[in-house]
């Protein structure tokens, strides 16, 4: 069954501080995956979309790197900042590519403290 | 470029009645999908559209129904409304289906739904 896990359920730092979040799936065939925040009561908003043979990628504070072979993705965030508190959902999509082959996880949500 | 619209943002409804939600997508784009967002089970797939035809559909009852018209604008209906369908509707747009590996989803902000 093709299934997205995410962990931790929840987290809480420090403003400034660095967190990593886990993203472990089972979808097979794999095409590519993707992370979003979304702040509270909005839409999701796309931060890194990866493909097999990419293994990192940066957007600003965000890094995102992805094990196609132990089918494990990480979220790093650097030097982290109030308005980082959201929910960070990570999505896979199984290879054929229409919006119905997305799995999605059910998100970490992160608060950060002053 | 406006981005993806939804419509309305907030609704109350009674158990029994039926919803539409209204989903403009960027201009452009052709496909439109939906979702519903639960605190327990995080975002489901409910259908996509592409030139206004229903190319997948997730796994809920009949009860949920939706169209896609000329304009790539989309709407979807939920009829006689339960309590657990109480949920943050999404609807997000892309270019073109299928996607292809890079291919971006655009959300809107969501139709928040409360069935009493």
């Known amino acids: 069954k093709n299934q997205v896990e995410q962990s931790p359920q929840s987290l809480i730092i420090l403003e400034g501080k660095n967190c990593t979040l886990q993203?472990?799936?089972?979808?097979?065939?794999?095409?590519?995956l993707r992370w979003y925040k979304q702040d509270t009561g909005r839409g999701p908003v796309s931060l890194t979309i990866m493909t097999f043979s990419e293994n990192t990628k940066s957007n600003g504070r965000y890094t995102a790197t992805l094990d196609a072979d132990t089918k494990q993705s990480s979220l790093h965030i650097t030097a982290s900042q109030l308005s980082d508190s959201a929910s960070y959902i990570c999505v896979v999509s199984a290879r054929g590519g229409s919006q119905g082959n997305l799995i999605f996880g059910k998100g970490t949500k992160l608060s950060v403290k002053p | 470029k406006a981005g993806v619209t939804q419509t309305p943002r907030y609704l109350i409804k009674t158990r029994g009645q039926q919803v539409t939600l209204s989903c403009s997508p960027i201009?452009?784009?052709?496909?439109v999908s939906w979702y519903q967002q639960t605190p327990g089970q995080g975002l489901q797939f409910l259908f996509e559209y592409f030139s206004e035809t229903q190319r997948n559909k997730g796994n809920f009852p009949g009860r949920f129904s939706g169209r896609q018209f000329s304009n790539s604008r989309s709407e979807m209906n939920v009829s006689t409304l339960e309590l657990g369908d109480s949920a943050l509707y999404l609807c997000?747009?892309?270019?073109?289906?299928?996607?292809?590996?890079?291919?971006?989803?655009?959300f809107g902000e969501g139709s928040r739904l409360t069935v009493l």
């Open positions: 201009s452009g784009h052709r496909s």
């Open positions: 997000a747009s892309s270019l073109v289906p299928p996607m292809p590996p890079g291919g971006e989803l655009f």
């Open positions: 993203c472990n799936y089972t979808v097979s065939p794999f095409s590519n």
